[in-house]
């Protein structure tokens, strides 16, 4: 369901400069075999010179169709080398990074940005940044300020205030955790496309009708035995994913190995992870040492075993088929609360496995945290 993908950040001047990390962060799309990646695909650039930004995109520029310059990163090592969401206060030199790889690229630049403390600070900044010839502009609906657990709800009615303004394409971003989420954020924000990265490290087919599962809304409202066949059906949807991305790391090895495979499949498989019957799998997935071929034998045990047909997932899991957390809302007030409700029900041996289901649907339906 995707119709234009981002590589990974990229830090300008290691890029540029240090043909080690140029070689670890960049396989080469003319090397791989036919038909081996998708277009089109956006380079995403890192930094605060704009020769170095210019320098490292002209090495990759004929084998992309467009450069980002990412000024949305809120993370502290962004703040330390002084890139990303921490230039956004710096307009003038925002203006001339953008300016300078207009000029000097052979493709169109593109960028993505956070929202200003400041309505006004920040419709001026996108009135600059188009002034400079961008072709196109992302805006994560969310400060500098709001990330990890102070993540907040995403403001796609000020991301719609500055496509108003606005006379280039505007990507939203932020809060878009499912289809129908997606759906929402461009009907609000009147957006030209809808961004989505976390969300789609956790499902990757969010982007297609019918892909939403346990998320809430309607299904706040079923009864246990059709939640517990949506819950059955999340975690198959999930293992099979966790398949399929096996096979296409086998066939693509990532650079740095088993450390980028396992954390895709963490992500992957959160729901099922975080189920306590699930912790000595989770523990053999993380255990230092191993290989895909005991990542494909996790999988493998939970597809024939343990979720091997509802019934038997609800005895085994003692009906906690999965955790009622997403990978996407880790971060969201209430994670550790929900999490505890999950093992404390399954730890409760006095219990019937009848009872344990019950009573962790009804905590699960009462408990909504907020995008």
Known sequence: GIDLAYTQMFHATNFANVKVYREENWDGLGNAPENAFDRPLIAQFAGDSADELVRAASLIQHEVDAVDLNLGCPQRIAKRGHYGAYLLEERNLVVRLL????????VPVTTKIRLLPNER??????????DAGVALLTIHGRTREQNKMSVGKADWAAINKIKCACHIPVVANGGVETYEDALACQSVTGAD???SSEGLLENPSLFLPGSSLLVGGERSRMQSCEREVEAFALAHRQLNFAQEYLELAK?????????TVKGHLFKMLYH????????DLREKLGAKGNGI??????VQELLETRYSSIDVAIVLTKGAIVSPVSWYRRHREGHA?????VKQLCVSGNATNAGLKERLLEKRASRRIAL
């Open 121 to 130: 600070d920040t419709l001026e900044l996108v009135k600059a940044i188009e």
């Open 337 to 341: 609360l929900a999490l505890q409700r």
């Open 251 to 259: 066939k693509f090895w990532p650079r740095e190995g088993v450390a």
């Open 293 to 298: 071929k005991q990542y494909e034998q996790v």
């Open 193 to 195: 496309a809808v961004m």
């Open 99 to 106: 300016s300078h790889m207009v000029k000097h690229l052979a």
């Open 272 to 279: 099922i992870l975080e189920v306590p019957a699930n912790y």
